[in-house]
Structures are given as structure tokens and as C-alpha cells.
């Protein structure tokens, strides 16, 4: 019987999960072409951060978990590098699969490039522009040694092709984010959590922070806090806290304050399905998220997103979004526009919940290809 393709797909961060868990779907359906195994750096290990997206998504359990955890930049990427290259250099795959933009992307991609393995990179060739962003420097990082860039928008093609990518690597196959968003959609409606939404007819808002632009620098934060107060007044807002804002949060007597004031709500980090019901029954959405400012777009909800650039372009000219830095009266306008300006949102391109599918359809050419058995491995 001849060598199945070898797949190892990798996770680390919360945003990994509901990107790597269609296309195992999908792998899984092929189970005659492909064996297909999944790395946990540990990057995040909160069960509230991890644990509760696998048991969501039915993402199969990792066959190994890395334990990483946090650490500085470089002092994280490295420790990946170093406990996943012996993984790599024990299981031989035939290719390494990374998704989106966090430290665990680069620093497997980069093992994988560098022991000869290829490389597939989902959500290639977004691009901010602002290298002061970590995420930035990890996508381009990773596009560059990558060996299939599978990406979400057109524009990104044209942001790889710019950094010299040759265009017979890319692929644009749509989002497996908005995969899952649309195969779960119905069963986070039918998910009551209306205990963490607030009471009465006047809807809410949701607000999601954790960037370090936003969060670590104290000013930064409680002007944030500040525009989101003044919004509460006419909307309740509830606010699912990262970890990493959690300290900010408590490390500020101005913002606790402002939390106490106004009508925001802190709650832990919510599952998958909790998050996507409570977007989805919410008036306003503000994040710095990346992913946010998508499945905003695709529930037609109105995003403010809190930054002064995005790497998702298409959800400001066909969705919902509006970017709006850090400063109350840019944030209060976009809210005042959001009131008044009746937008019809179009969902992006290829957004059709069908991503996963065509990117193991375009995996089982490139194995047959370049994998065991074939002329070219
Ligand atoms: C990471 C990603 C970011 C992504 C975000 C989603 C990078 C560079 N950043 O940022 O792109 O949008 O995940 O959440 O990869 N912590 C916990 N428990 C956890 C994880 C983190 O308490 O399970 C705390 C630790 O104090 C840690 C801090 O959160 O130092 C930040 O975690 P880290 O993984 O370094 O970055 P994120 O801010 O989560």
C-alpha cells in the first residue's frame, strides 16, 4: 500500500483553532490520500484560551502538545523552534500547515523551511504595513519561506506577488475562519448564554481588546476605556477579557473606575460558540482582532475596530468595518456614523463556507506531485 501524504497541522494561539478545525474535516474525508497529525505549541493553555475550542469545533486532540507557554517574543518563538524540531525530525511529514500570524506560525514554518520540509501558510499575504506589529513581521516572515500560500482575499495576491511570491504558489480559496463561522453559526444560536447579556430592548455591544498597542501602554488604554464608557452610555457593552488585558484592566484605578461607572460588563474569555451567539444577537462590535473584523462582516454586524491600520482591507469596502484608532472622537464618530449611515454589507468573495474543501482539493494535487511515490518529492 502506498505512504500516505503526511500533514502535520499546527495550533498555538486562540485564533488558530477555528482555522486549522475544517480543513482536519476535510483531511479527514481523505483519509485515503493523507494522514494528518496536529502540533499544540502550548502557546495559549488556559482551558478558557484552549481546551474549550476543541471540545467546540470537534477539532481532533493534538497528538502533541509542545508546552511552551508565554514568554518574550523571542524567548517564545525559540522555545517552539526547539521542541517542535525534534518532533519534525521523528515523524518525517511531508508537509507542515500554519495558519494566520502568531509566534507558533512562524517559528514551525521556519523549522519546517529549514529541515527541507514544505510548507502550506492559510490566511497568506495580508498585510498591515506596520511592522510594529508582531503579527506583520510573522506574515511576512512566513510568506517568504512558505511553499503554498493559500490566501482569504484578492488583495493579498497582489501583496504577495509585490514581495516577489511567484504566482503559481498562490492560491485564493476563500476563509476556513468563515467556514466554521457559518457550519457552527446554528448551533451558537441555539446556545442560550443570555446571562452574560445585558437585560432590556436597547441591545448591546461587545468589545474585545488584547492588543499590546493597546492594552500594555496605560494612556493608550484608558483613553480606549474612556470612548467605550461614553458609548455605554447608550449601550451596555459587554467585555470578554484576554488575560493580557486582564492585567491592564488591574493595573489601572482609572479604567476599574470607568468599569465600574459605566454599564460595561467584564467576563472571562467565552468558547467559540458563546462568543459567535453574543456578536451575532450584538448592536456594535469594537476589537482589535483581526478575525473579528471578518466574522463582523459576514453577520453584518457594525465593527469598530480599534487600530489604525488593518491587514483585511475587504471588510472595510465590502462589510462592516470602520477603522478607528485609539482616539475617543475618531471611535465616537464611527459610532455616530454607524448610527446614522445604513450600510449594506457584501460578504467577500468566496467567503461561502467551502475554503477548507478547496484547499485539500489543491493539497491532494501538490501531494500527488511532490509527495511519496511521486517524480518531484
Ligand atoms: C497572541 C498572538 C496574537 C493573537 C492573540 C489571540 C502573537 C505574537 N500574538 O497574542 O496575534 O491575536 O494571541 O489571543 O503570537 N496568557 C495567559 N494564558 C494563556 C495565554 C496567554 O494567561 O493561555 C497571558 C500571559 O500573561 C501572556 C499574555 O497572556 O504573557 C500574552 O499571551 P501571548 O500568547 O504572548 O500573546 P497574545 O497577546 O495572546
Same mark, same amino acid.
Given at each position: 500500500?502506498?505512504?500516505? /501524504?503526511?500533514?502535520?497541522?499546527?495550533?498555538?494561539?486562540?485564533?488558530?483553532?477555528?482555522?486549522?478545525?475544517?480543513?482536519?474535516?476535510?483531511?479527514?474525508?481523505?483519509?485515503?490520500?493523507?494522514?494528518?497529525?496536529?502540533?499544540?505549541? !502550548?502557546?495559549?493553555?488556559?482551558?478558557?484560551?484552549?481546551?474549550?475550542?476543541?471540545?467546540?469545533?470537534?477539532?481532533?486532540?493534538?497528538?502533541?502538545?509542545?508546552?511552551? !507557554?508565554?514568554?518574550?517574543?523571542?524567548?517564545?518563538?525559540?522555545?517552539?523552534?526547539?521542541? /517542535?524540531?525534534?518532533?519534525?525530525?521523528?515523524?518525517?511529514?511531508?508537509?507542515?500547515?500554519?495558519?494566520?500570524?502568531?509566534?507558533?506560525?512562524?517559528?514551525?514554518?521556519?523549522?519546517?523551511?529549514?529541515?527541507?520540509?514544505?510548507?502550506?501558510?492559510?490566511?497568506?499575504?495580508?498585510?498591515?504595513?506596520?511592522?510594529?506589529?508582531?503579527?506583520?513581521?510573522?506574515?511576512?516572515?512566513?510568506?517568504?519561506?512558505?511553499?503554498?500560500?493559500?490566501?482569504?482575499?484578492?488583495?493579498?495576491?497582489?501583496?504577495?506577488?509585490?514581495?516577489?511570491?511567484?504566482?503559481?504558489?498562490?492560491?485564493?480559496?476563500?476563509?476556513?475562519?468563515?467556514?466554521?463561522?457559518?457550519?457552527?453559526?446554528?448551533?451558537?444560536?441555539?446556545?442560550?448564554?443570555?446571562?452574560?447579556?445585558?437585560?432590556?430592548?436597547? +441591545?448591546?455591544?461587545?468589545?474585545?481588546?488584547?492588543?499590546?498597542?493597546?492594552?500594555?501602554?496605560?494612556?493608550?488604554?484608558?483613553?480606549?476605556?474612556?470612548?467605550?464608557?461614553?458609548?455605554?452610555?447608550?449601550?451596555?457593552?459587554? /467585555?470578554?477579557?484576554?488575560?493580557?488585558?486582564?492585567?491592564?484592566?488591574?493595573?489601572?484605578?482609572?479604567?476599574?473606575?470607568?468599569?465600574?461607572? !459605566?454599564?460595561?460588563?467584564?467576563?472571562?474569555?467565552? !468558547?467559540?460558540?458563546?462568543?459567535? +451567539?453574543?456578536?451575532?444577537?450584538?448592536?456594535?462590535?469594537?476589537?482589535?482582532?483581526?478575525?473579528?473584523?471578518?466574522?463582523?462582516?459576514?453577520?453584518?454586524?457594525?465593527?469598530?475596530?480599534?487600530?489604525?491600520?488593518?491587514?483585511?482591507?475587504i471588510t472595510v469596502s465590502e462589510g462592516t468595518n470602520?477603522?478607528?484608532?485609539?482616539?475617543?472622537?475618531?471611535?465616537?464618530?464611527?459610532?455616530?456614523?454607524?448610527?446614522?449611515?445604513?450600510?449594506?454589507?457584501?460578504?467577500?468573495?468566496?467567503?461561502?463556507?467551502?475554503?477548507?474543501?478547496?484547499?485539500?482539493?489543491?493539497?491532494?494535487?501538490?501531494?500527488?506531485?511532490?509527495?511519496?511515490?511521486?517524480?518531484?518529492?
Amino acid at each position: 500500500m502506498p505512504r500516505l /501524504f503526511h500533514i502535520i497541522s499546527i495550533v498555538g494561539a486562540r485564533p488558530n483553532f477555528m482555522k486549522v478545525a475544517p480543513i482536519g474535516e476535510e483531511l479527514a474525508l481523505e483519509s485515503t490520500s493523507f494522514r494528518s497529525t496536529i502540533v499544540h505549541t !502550548g502557546q495559549h493553555y488556559d482551558s478558557t484560551m484552549s481546551d474549550v475550542f476543541f471540545d467546540q469545533l470537534d477539532v481532533a486532540d493534538p497528538d502533541v502538545n509542545l508546552n511552551v !507557554g508565554s514568554a518574550s517574543h523571542a524567548q517564545q518563538t525559540a522555545a517552539i523552534m526547539s521542541a /517542535f524540531e525534534p518532533v519534525l525530525l521523528e515523524w518525517q511529514p511531508d508537509l507542515v500547515l500554519v495558519v494566520g500570524d502568531v509566534n507558533s506560525t512562524l517559528a514551525c514554518a521556519l523549522v519546517a523551511a529549514k529541515l527541507g520540509v514544505k510548507v502550506a501558510h492559510v490566511e497568506a499575504g495580508l498585510r498591515s504595513f506596520d511592522r510594529s506589529m508582531p503579527e506583520e513581521i510573522n506574515r511576512v516572515v512566513t510568506d517568504q519561506i512558505s511553499d503554498i500560500l493559500f490566501v482569504t482575499e484578492r488583495g493579498a495576491e497582489q501583496n504577495l506577488r509585490r514581495e516577489g511570491i511567484a504566482s503559481e504558489k498562490i492560491y485564493f480559496v476563500g476563509n476556513v475562519l468563515i467556514d466554521t463561522l457559518l457550519s457552527k453559526l446554528e448551533r451558537a444560536r441555539a446556545l442560550h448564554r443570555r446571562e452574560i447579556e445585558p437585560d432590556g430592548d436597547s +441591545g448591546y455591544a461587545v468589545l474585545t481588546l488584547h492588543r499590546p498597542s493597546n492594552v500594555d501602554d496605560r494612556r493608550v488604554f484608558e483613553r480606549l476605556m474612556s470612548a467605550v464608557a461614553e458609548i455605554g452610555k447608550e449601550l451596555p457593552v459587554v /467585555f470578554p477579557v484576554h488575560p493580557r488585558t486582564r492585567l491592564a484592566v488591574e493595573a489601572s484605578p482609572t479604567a476599574a473606575q470607568l468599569l465600574q461607572d !459605566g454599564r460595561l460588563e467584564l467576563v472571562k474569555p467565552l !468558547g467559540y460558540l458563546q462568543f459567535l +451567539g453574543l456578536m451575532d444577537r450584538s448592536h456594535l462590535v469594537l476589537t482589535d482582532s483581526g478575525g473579528i473584523q471578518e466574522e463582523t462582516t459576514v453577520l453584518g454586524i457594525p465593527c469598530l475596530t480599534l487600530r489604525d491600520t488593518t491587514e483585511r482591507p475587504i471588510t472595510v469596502s465590502e462589510g462592516t468595518n470602520q477603522i478607528v484608532g485609539s482616539h475617543p472622537e475618531r471611535i465616537l464618530e464611527g459610532w455616530r456614523r454607524v448610527k446614522t449611515a445604513a450600510r449594506a454589507p457584501r460578504t467577500p468573495e468566496l467567503w461561502d463556507g467551502k475554503a477548507a474543501h478547496r484547499i485539500v482539493q489543491i493539497l491532494r494535487s501538490f501531494s500527488e506531485a511532490h509527495g511519496p511515490g511521486s517524480q518531484n518529492p
